[in-house]
């Protein structure tokens, strides 16, 4: 036969500390200010005409003549960039779809010199061509979201949970430390 004792501590159920400091809060706004900013975003679409990895310069030479032909038509009046992307882009991800690759961010998700030929095309226009280690890319900037940081009210309810959980979590360590 055995006897046990035990306590449960739940520390969902850990009072809270009445009143958060607006000082605390705003220091921990400015501390955490990166959370609270949405970077500018691109709506884009590309072609790529792919070069295998390790390929020779008569290789390169060859696709580039290729996207330069297409960045050509791409560029003429009137020109349908996503029927384009879908006859002849060699992205299996983004054909179907017109080479859409949707919003992109500035946050290295895509390639260096992909990203960066993305966020120096003028939305509405098209890239000259961008060599990655994928291939020739051929980039349209269709729409620009700018960047935006979250004023500290909006803010303020997120940084008062996280303060609040903090507090809990400090209160539960407390207690079992006690304990």
Avoid at 120 to 143: C, M, N, P, Y
Wanted: aromatic share 6%; hydrophobic share 40%.
């Amino acid at each position: 036969m055995v006897s046990i004792e035990y306590v449960d501590i739940d520390g969902s159920k850990l009072a809270l500390p009445e009143a958060v400091d607006v000082k605390a809060l705003e220091s921990q706004y400015e501390q955490d200010k990166s959370r609270f900013i949405e970077p500018e975003q691109r709506l884009t679409s590309h072609i790529l005409v792919k070069v295998d990895a390790g390929a020779d310069t008569a290789a390169w030479k060859a696709a580039e003549a290729k996207a330069q032909a297409l960045l050509k038509q791409a560029k003429a009046a009137g020109a349908d960039f996503a029927a384009l992307a879908r006859a002849n882009s060699e992205d299996e991800g983004s054909k179907e779809g017109g080479g859409d690759l949707g919003w992109v961010s500035k946050n290295g998700q895509m390639v260096k010199p992909f990203e960066d030929a993305v966020f120096a095309t003028a939305t509405g226009t098209i890239s000259g061509l961008v060599k990655t280690d994928f291939g020739w890319h051929i980039i349209q900037v269709r729409e620009m979201k700018a960047g935006r940081e979250m004023p500290f009210e909006q803010a303020r309810p997120e940084l008062e949970r996280m303060m609040a959980e903090t507090a809990r979590e400090r209160a539960y360590n407390d207690l079992t430390g006690k304990l």
